[in-house]
């Protein structure tokens, strides 16, 4: 049988998010039925509510980082029982069987990975629906363990913002002496200076907004550098091993070059389109820089993650809200007003019955 939630949907690119009922599929064998605990608000959840990639299907279900307790399992299901606290990050399914996820990369699945909201199921060809809602029935593959201690609403977040800003730090083997900059104090950049900070990396904040100094200092960051003031800019030249670009939207990112060290990489991760202006390849040749791009993680390297937050203690930073202040939260989102994720507590969703 079918089960009936309760969540709240975007309708059209313009309108606000209202509720929405809907079914989650009859669970398969290898399913997962997770109450939705908690569901962190990313700023890709904006971008695909308001169609800023031209891909949005309506209704639209946003939500990847999600928090939940277990309510059953399929037969087939080992992993997991009833009571368990898990997560589900932003893919639900892949091919399982191409290059890429067998070498644990499913977010580059040849097949293209099933995202959790905005995608068909790759079995019924339905629409999936993400965390902003009361249940989720989920593959086991593509679910999470939360370790034990972990604050379950600050570990929403580190679903997406933790394992997008992990994986780059890992990919290019970030550790005790290495100098690693973030570009925008966001949510992701934000998991960025504590991920990279507790992999022992010497940690510079990039940002266009001063006031946010003494947060960065006690988020892990060892200098912060203000994007707008050309004589910090200059000062900061041939430093960093790998700059970590977290900013949303289009921005020049020729002046972060001259910052990387020799064979320094600046890895995109949060504007997806053409650059503007155009890229100046000079600085790049002249010290073999690249400029790169990532996508989230993979499944185990998502487990990986979470386990060293476990034991590192690591949540993110949080403002919790209601599911029904979603709008207002969004409106803020843009002006770069969150400190630094807001996360929704979906008993708000049970004011709505
Ligand atoms: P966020 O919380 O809104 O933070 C973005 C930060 O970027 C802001 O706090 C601000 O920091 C800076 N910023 C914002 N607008 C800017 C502009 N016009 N120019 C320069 N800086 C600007 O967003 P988020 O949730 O961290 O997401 C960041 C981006 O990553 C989004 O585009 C999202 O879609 C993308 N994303 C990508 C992946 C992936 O797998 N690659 C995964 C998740 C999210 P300052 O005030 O410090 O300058
Ligand atoms: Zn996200």
Known sequence: MSINVLGYAAQTPTDDLTPYHFARREP???????????????????HSVRNDWGNAMYPLVPGHEIIGRVLAVGTAVTGFKVGDSVGVGCMVDSCQHCDACEHGLEQYCEEGSTYTYNAFDRHDKSLTFGGYSEKIVVSDKFVLKIPAGLDLAGAAPLLCAGITTWSPLRHWKVGQHSKVAVVGLGGLGHMALKLGKALGSHMTLF???????????????????LSTDAAQMAAVKGQFDLIIDTVPYVHDINPYIPSLSIDGTLVLVGYLGGLDPILNTVPLIMARKSVAGSLIGGIAET??????????????????????????????????DVKYRFVIDMASLKNEK
């Open 28 to 46: 398969r064998p290898d399913d997962v039925v997770i109450e939705v605990l908690y569901c962190g608000a990313c700023h890709s959840d904006l």
């Open 303 to 336: 487990q990986e993650m979470l386990d060293f937050c476990g034991e590192h203690k690591i949540t993110s930073d949080i403002e919790i809200i209601k599911m029904q202040d979603i709008n207002t939260a969004y409106e803020r989102m843009l002006k770069s």
């Open 207 to 225: 940002t266009r907004s001063p006031d946010k100094e003494q947060d960065a200092r006690d988020l892990g960051a060892d200098q912060i550098v």
